[in-house]
T-cell receptor
Framework: NAGVTQTPKFRILKIGQSMTLQCTQD?????MYWYRQDPGMGLKLIYY???????DKGEVPNGYNVSRSTTEDFPLRLELAAPSQTSVYFC???????????????FGDGTRLSIL | QKEVEQNSGPLSVPEGAIASLNCTYS??????FFWYRQYSGKSPELIMF????GDKEDGRFTAQLNKASQYVSLLIRDSQPSDSATYLC???????????FGQGTRLTINP
């Protein structure tokens, strides 16, 4: 049972480069989320999706883009990497969303990204 | 005021004692409250969730919710060194399918 899988686990980028962080889940969850976590801080929501073809911005969307063409996959794109995007990125999924009857969010292992 | 605020750590507790972690939130319409545990270098894992006012117990963990005071807490009884981690409080956003996380409280259990 793989759950939420993120690739790569580590990456170093140069300023101005672009890359895509991959996230896939095999639990048939409708809801998927991308967070970033800076050292000693909590999780900040970047983007989320409530189903294939539907995405919405979170708290810190600037500098990122997402797409959701399938239920399983929710890639995060950095177009012009900046040092401020150095962080740990977590992808999560849940069967229902954040409402009263929600199910817990399941997290991937994270991608540690450094921009130099 | 931050949407979700946790008591600043780090918090140090002797083994066998009760660890108390606190969280306040600003949105009175929030209905779901979660506690996640995060070991250093690992991803968050859910340990408790609570929807109704009062206490919810699961083993050594007790979540307490007071909606009138906009306050949720996590008690860990008989603390073990393996409980040493960062604990994240998360609250649902009313009308949206997402959570807001607090900044986390780092807990250390001293043998």
């Amino acid at each position: 049972n793989a759950g939420v899988t993120q690739t790569p686990k580590f990456r170093i980028l140069k300023i101005g480069q672009s890359m895509t962080l991959q996230c896939t889940q095999d639990m048939n969850h409708n809801y998927m989320y991308w967070y970033r976590q800076d050292p000693g801080m909590g999780l900040k929501l970047i983007y989320y999706s409530v189903g294939a073809g539907i995405t919405d911005k979170g708290e810190v969307p600037n500098g990122y883009n997402v797409s959701r063409s399938t239920t399983e996959d929710f890639p995060l794109r950095l177009e012009l990497a900046a040092p401020s995007q150095t962080s740990v990125y977590f992808c999560a999924s849940s069967y229902l969303g954040g409402g009263i009857s929600n199910q817990p969010q399941h997290f991937g292992d994270g991608t540690r990204l450094s921009i130099l | 005021q931050k949407e979700v605020e946790q008591n600043s750590g780090p918090l140090s507790v002797p083994e066998g004692a009760i660890a108390s972690l606190n969280c306040t939130y600003s949105d009175r319409g929030s209905q779901s409250f979660f506690w996640y545990r995060q070991y250093s270098g690992k991803s968050p894992e859910l340990i408790m969730f609570i929807y109704s006012n009062g206490d919810k117990e699961d083993g050594r963990f007790t979540a307490q919710l007071n909606k009138a005071s906009q306050y949720v807490s996590l008690l860990i009884r008989d603390s073990q060194p393996s409980d040493s981690a960062t604990y994240l409080c998360a609250v649902n956003v009313r009308g949206a399918q997402k959570l807001v996380f607090g900044q986390g409280t780092r807990l250390t259990i001293n043998p």
